[in-house]
């Protein structure tokens, strides 16, 4: 792929340490792209359409899929109705890892994928020879925006003797430079994998996410200095004090949280990982640090039980995001209709980066897709995951 519009370049270099690990801040981060701003993003969230008006639009994208020979894949954090729409026409609405896995093997000619560009990238990658569609090509991430290929090869020579892994939120070109790409519900297992076979690992781009692989494994991790904008601003303080109030409660955290924030968790997990929590434990009420966009699953699947938003603020804080992605917020049900109507926003990616960022993602599905396997055969597996 060639370089996105409205991605940062690298602006300054340093190092630092943090918590005892080595953290190179190869860059900071300047999300405030004219391109790709949280303000240009929520000033593009589609307004809610009135009942009438939804009724419709979901009938003309029902009559689209079938006529397209389509598929929705969507992610927790989309809006209900486009979560709601995927499951009630066959499609999926899931974390990453499976959005990926299922856009790979459905027969369907077109994904229409809601949800972050880069989970339109990995849909393509794995699937060149399908359509992928996505209600606004804009909706980025920070984690992505925050880590340039250029820099982040740079990165790489200057470490080469370090195995790569990349979150999934990450560019093809990002990808394309790894080793292995992983998502919040395969990470640490991944990462553990590695370090038993005596690899030092460099990390990119989410620093908490990092932090928390290595605190879990003991690797000996080298971490890029992203961060996400809507799990970045969770606070510890307010959180304890939400706690307090809520005697018996449980808290939820998604690993992309600071580590104050994590470290008040009694489950930590990718967003399917958290789903499989709030069913699992013995409580009936949660406070959720991830992006509220999940809570819509949350509340679907466990009624009778209560979900709480974490704080994102202290008293006379501002947020950017306030718990929920102004990228995620950009899909909509009009964009939706208009893509499948006239295959406008379809994701390309150039074919040599493909078939050179393919390799680190296999990996991925093929290391989970034999965890599975195991696990269904009985042998123990380690308490994150899918659920
Ligand atoms: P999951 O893989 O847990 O769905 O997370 C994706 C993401 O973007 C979290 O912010
Ligand atoms: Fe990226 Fe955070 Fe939005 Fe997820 S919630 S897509 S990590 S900015």
Request: proline letters at 5%; charged letters at 25%.
């Amino acid at each position: 792929m060639s370089a996105a519009p409205g991605r940062p370049q690298a602006s300054s270099h340093r190092s630092a340490e943090h918590e005892g690990t080595p953290v190179h801040a190869v860059i900071d981060v300047e999300y405030e792209q004219p391109a790709c701003s949280t303000q240009r993003a929520w000033a593009r969230v589609p307004a809610e359409p009135t009942p009438s008006e939804r009724g419709a639009l979901k009938d003309r994208i029902r009559r689209l899929l079938r006529e397209r020979d389509a598929v929705m894949v969507s992610h927790f954090y989309v809006h209900p109705d486009l979560q709601d729409l995927a499951e009630e026409t066959g499609g999926l609405v899931s974390d990453s890892l499976e959005m990926a896995r299922f856009g790979r093997d459905h027969p369907a000619r077109t994904l229409v994928v809601s949800g972050v560009r880069f989970m339109g990238e990995t849909a393509k990658i794995l699937s060149p020879a399908k359509h992928v569609l996505m209600p606004d090509l804009d909706a980025t991430c920070s984690l992505d925006l925050g880590c340039p290929a250029a820099a982040f090869g740079a990165f790489c020579d200057a470490h080469a003797d370090r195995t790569v892994v990349v979150y999934a939120n990450t560019s093809a070109e990002v990808k394309a430079r790894a080793d292995w790409v992983v998502t919040s519900s395969c990470a640490v297992d991944v990462v553990r994998a590695l370090k038993d076979q005596g690899r030092k690992i460099l990390w990119a781009p989410d620093k908490h996410l990092g932090h928390y692989i290595q605190r879990e494994t003991g690797a000996d991790m080298l971490l890029w200095n992203g961060a996400c904008i809507v799990h970045d601003e969770f606070k510890a303080f307010e959180l304890q004090a939400l706690k307090d109030q809520h005697a018996g409660a449980k808290v939820l955290v998604h690993p992309e949280s600071p580590a104050d924030v994590v470290a008040l968790a009694d489950a930590v997990g990718s967003t399917s990982g958290i789903l499989k929590a709030a069913r699992e434990l013995d409580a009936r009420t949660f406070i959720v640090a991830t992006d509220t966009g999940l809570l819509h699953k949350l509340r679907l699947l466990n009624p009778g039980k209560t979900f709480i938003e974490a704080p994102t603020a202290g008293n006379s804080a501002t947020c950017k995001s306030c718990a929920h992605c102004p990228w995620m917020a950009m899909n909509g049900l009009v964009d939706l209709a208009r893509v499948l109507e006239t295959g406008a926003h379809e994701v390309h990616v150039d074919p040599a980066l493909v078939a050179r960022a393919r390799v680190p993602i296999d990996r991925m599905l093929a290391f989970t897709a034999a965890q599975r396997a195991r696990q269904a055969a009985g042998a123990l597996v380690p308490n994150i995951g899918a659920a």
